[in-house]
T-cell receptor, first 116, second 115 residues
Framework: RKEVEQDPGPFNVPEGATVAFNCTYSNSASQSFFWYRQDCRKEPKLLMSVYSSGNEDGRFTAQLNRASQYISLLIRDSKLSDSATYLCVVTPRTNAGGTSYGKLTFGQGTILTVHP | DVKVTQSSRYLVKRTGEKVFLECVQDMDHENMFWYRQDPGLGLRLIYFSYDVKMKEKGDIPEGYSVSREKKERFSLILESASTNQTSMYLC??????????????FGDGTRLSIL
């Protein structure tokens, strides 16, 4: 089983649509969670961190369910510029000394295409 | 803004050559990482360094080595390049801070082809 699993898509949605991506992770000790965005032939860029209480940044809402080991990303009012690959990312728990080396485990990504 | 610079965007080398990929960051970050990204496999961690002269194997270290002599620079070395090392290579850096969600910042990537 992969450590981080995402539906690869592709998701093709019209402008203005609401779209949701899901992600599951296998390591129950995972501690930090992120959504990254990667445009075609570009590097991944941080979209948002995901907190236990859920968090929102404009049209983007992220949710975390630790019991189910499940993360989601909701995009409202989709724009053409939202077309990209969305990467679900987790980090393992810190070592005994409490220092995180910040290792990330990436999902394969979900491809989103927003069309006019 | 964090700046992570990789020395080449595109690189073509021959089988058996020793290849150096360089990465420099300008934000005094402690942690640095090398990944490769392949279609259908996503990003996979090759090596990482949590501080100067420190290095740890990632998930796929075979055929690679690294060097971190200075804090700002993290080099990936392909000891004897092979065709299965053709890939997109991404470097990232991160500030080490306990208890907080510190993200990684990526360079533009190096698309390496081994002929």
């Amino acid at each position: 089983r992969k450590e981080v699993e995402q539906d690869p898509g592709p998701f093709n949605v019209p402008e203005g649509a609401t779209v949701a991506f899901n992600c599951t992770y296998s390591n129950s000790a995972s501690q930090s969670f992120f959504w990254y965005r990667q445009d075609c032939r570009k590097e991944p860029k941080l979209l948002m961190s995901v907190y236990s209480s859920g968090n929102e940044d404009g049209r983007f809402t992220a949710q975390l369910n630790r019991a189910s080991q499940y993360i989601s990303l909701l995009i409202r009012d989709s724009k053409l510029s939202d077309s990209a690959t969305y990467l679900c990312v987790v980090t393992p728990r810190t070592n005994a000394g409490g220092t995180s080396y910040g290792k990330l485990t990436f999902g394969q990504g979900t491809i989103l295409t927003v069309h006019p | 803004d964090v700046k992570v610079t990789q020395s080449s965007r595109y690189l073509v080398k021959r089988t058996g050559e020793k290849v150096f990929l360089e990465c420099v960051q300008d934000m005094d970050h402690e942690n640095m990482f090398w990944y490769r990204q392949d279609p259908g496999l996503g990003l996979r961690l090759i090596y990482f360094s949590y501080d100067v002269k420190m290095k740890e194997k990632g998930d796929i270290p075979e055929g690679y080595s690294v060097s971190r002599e200075k804090k700002e620079r993290f080099s990936l070395i392909l000891e004897s390049a092979s065709t299965n090392q053709t890939s997109m290579y991404l470097c990232a850096s991160r500030r080490r801070r306990q208890g907080l969600n510190q993200p990684q910042h990526f360079g533009d990537g190096t698309r390496l082809s081994i002929l």
